[in-house]
Structures are given as structure tokens and as C-alpha cells.
């Protein structure tokens, strides 16, 4: 057990500082020699905004990338606790902090000072490290095309009301309490990011 705790700390941990590294930041740096945070409307280091101001290179990397620092600390956690076949309660509680870790490093990075982007991308990474179990991913995916779809504007409307309804879907519907608590931790944070960058673009304009 101890041993069980340990690794989901670990991947908790590397998951949290993995999350921390802004790609979008990164990419447009290093290729572009451009502050994304700074041409970008909105301020925010994340993949549509690197698509927009920086390109289809760094915009795809930061994707990619974006997905992988949430899909890989889950999916591999979940692949050491399959072998381990211990304390499955264990297993759920640390699964829990392993899902939420890179949300929360992309959010908090302790790389910029504890600031960060919108956790949209790096949230579906998360989702996607559950494979095979991807129904909560596909909940979201399914909702949130659906809004954009529908042309809800502005696109920040989408996410706000995309994570609360996949929440409650998961509730309603997922069996898998685990991944349902770890879901509203998620879309605690993303709307919580969603608020603070509206209130700072406000701010901007205003002054």
C-alpha cells in the first residue's frame, strides 16, 4: 500500500510540474520570437492562441504537446495500478490527484509564478490518459463541438458551459465514481481560470 501511495504521488508530482510547462509559451519563443501572452488577445498561453498568433507549427506542437502532459502521467499511473491489482479505494483516491495534477500545473505553473493558461487542452489530455476508458472524454469532446457548432460566442462561453454539463452528464450516467470527482475538480479549475481572464481583459480595457 505504501508503495501504491508513493507512485500515485510520484506521478501526481511529475504530472503537476509536466503540466507547469506552457507550450505555447515555449513553441512561440523559440520558433517565432514572439510573447504569446502578450500579442494574444486575451493573454492566454494556450493552443488557440498559438494557432492564431504564432502559426500552424507552433499551434500544433502546443497541441500536442498540450494533450500529452495530461494524457501520459494518468494513463501510466493507471497502467502501474493495474499490475499492482492492490486497494482498489487506494487506487481511486490517487487517481483522483494524478487527474487533477496537470490541470493544475497548466493553470498554477510553478515555472510563471504561479500563473498559467485556460486548462482546455491539457483537460482532454487527462480524459484521453483513461483509455480505453474514453466515454468521459467523448461526453466532453460531443458537448463542447456541439456549443461551437451552434456558434455560441464569444468561444469562452463554450468552455463554461461545456465542462459544468459533461460534469453532470458523468454524474448522471458514469459508474465510475472516481473519474466523476476528479471531472468537477477539473471544471472547478477551468471556470476558475475563465473568470480571472475575463476579469483581467476587462481590466486592460478599462484602463
Do not use: W
Not at 514572439?34 to 492566454?44: F, H, K, L, Q, T
Not at 495500478?81 to 490517487?94: F, K, N, P, R, Y
Not at 495534477?101 to 485556460?118: D, I, T
Amino acid at each position: 500500500m505504501k508503495q501504491l501511495m508513493m507512485t500515485g504521488l510520484l506521478f501526481g508530482i511529475a504530472g503537476y510540474f509536466l503540466g507547469s510547462i506552457l507550450f505555447a509559451q515555449l513553441f512561440s519563443e523559440k520558433i517565432r520570437h514572439i510573447n504569446i501572452e502578450a500579442v494574444s488577445a486575451d493573454g492566454n498561453p494556450g493552443t488557440a492562441n498559438a494557432f492564431q498568433n504564432a502559426g500552424f507549427l507552433c499551434g500544433i506542437l502546443t497541441l500536442l504537446c498540450d494533450l500529452g502532459k495530461g494524457f501520459f502521467p494518468v494513463y501510466c499511473y493507471i497502467r502501474f495500478a493495474s499490475i499492482a491489482q492492490t486497494d482498489t479505494g487506494l487506487i481511486s483516491v490517487m487517481l483522483i490527484f494524478v487527474m487533477l495534477s496537470p490541470v493544475l500545473g497548466h493553470a498554477y505553473s510553478v515555472f510563471r509564478h504561479f500563473q498559467g493558461g485556460k486548462c482546455i487542452a491539457v483537460s482532454f489530455g487527462v480524459l484521453l490518459g483513461l483509455a480505453p476508458y474514453l466515454q468521459p472524454a467523448l461526453i466532453l469532446a460531443v458537448i463542447y463541438i456541439s456549443l461551437v457548432l451552434l456558434h455560441i460566442r464569444p468561444n469562452d462561453r463554450c468552455t463554461r458551459i461545456a465542462f459544468p454539463m459533461a460534469s453532470l452528464v458523468d454524474l448522471i450516467f458514469l459508474k465510475e465514481k472516481t473519474v466523476v470527482i476528479a471531472m468537477f475538480g477539473i471544471t472547478t479549475v477551468v471556470l476558475r481560470k475563465q473568470i480571472l481572464f475575463k476579469r483581467n481583459l476587462r481590466t486592460e480595457r478599462s484602463a
